[in-house]
């Protein structure tokens, strides 16, 4: 399976302080995104970090891919409680079209 | 631009009847995906189109699933009929063809939450 996994599961923070998820995956993979999800709305598409790169930043939110070891980290800075939300990484697999979801991460920001 | 839309937000029914989830992708979009999420668990792919063809319906559970596209427009799930495990949330989305700007990224519906009881 090409399933990605998050971690945490979970994660509470104070308000200005820096969230940091991960996501591992098993196979090989075109590209990775990452998505938030707030409560009863669709997933929004927040980042994609291509195979052969290393690092991507968007805003206050930094992606790392580390194809080695298969995994990849979302940081958000100076978070907002508008961060709160779910998170999920997604991978397009080599040749394959669909993108593979994880569990997710649900971000908690205590304002 | 519209985004995706899907009706109906919430539906809820007995075990062994039938549900028809409906949705409209982006305008244009040849690509729509339905995905299922159920009890906070992983986001797991149900099937694509592309325009009017199944590309992929791999994670179709079983024969009690029926999706249509006819037109390539918007598209149709049925659970027919529906189990308690079938209680969940069904996300649609949709992406530009492959080779066009874009196409990597999906947008999502809000997603219909289906509850069998």
């Known amino acids: 399976s090409q399933q990605g996994e998050e971690d945490p599961q979970a994660l509470s923070i104070q308000e200005g302080e820096n969230a940091t998820m991960n996501c591992s995956y098993k196979?090989?993979?075109?590209?990775l995104q990452w998505y938030r999800q707030n409560s009863g709305r669709g997933l929004v598409h927040l980042i994609l970090i291509r195979s052969n790169e290393r690092e991507k930043h968007s805003g206050r939110l930094r992606v790392t891919l580390d194809t080695s070891k298969k995994s990849s980290s979302l940081l958000i800075t100076a978070s907002r409680a508008a961060d709160t939300a779910s998170y999920f990484c997604a991978t397009h697999g080599q040749g394959a079209q669909k993108l593979v979801f994880g569990q997710g991460t649900r971000l908690t920001i205590n304002p | 631009e519209a985004g995706v839309t899907q009706f109906p937000s919430h539906s809820v029914i007995e075990k062994g009847q039938t549900v028809t989830l409906r949705c409209d992708p982006i305008s244009g979009h040849d690509n729509l995906y339905w995905y299922r999420r159920v009890m906070g668990k992983e986001i797991k792919f149900l099937l694509h189109?592309?325009?009017?063809?199944?590309?992929?319906e791999s994670g179709m559970p079983n024969n009690r699933f029926l999706a249509e596209r006819t037109g390539g427009t918007y598209s149709t799930l049925k659970v027919q009929p529906a189990e308690l495990e079938d209680s969940g949330v069904y996300f649609c989305?949709?992406?530009?063809?492959?080779?066009?700007?874009?196409?990597?990224?999906?947008?999502f519906g809000a997603g219909s939450r289906l509850t069998v009881l």
């Open positions: 196979t090989s993979i075109n590209n």
């Open positions: 189109f592309v325009k009017e063809s199944k590309q992929d």
């Open positions: 989305a949709s992406s530009a063809a492959w080779g066009a700007p874009g196409a990597n990224v999906l947008t």
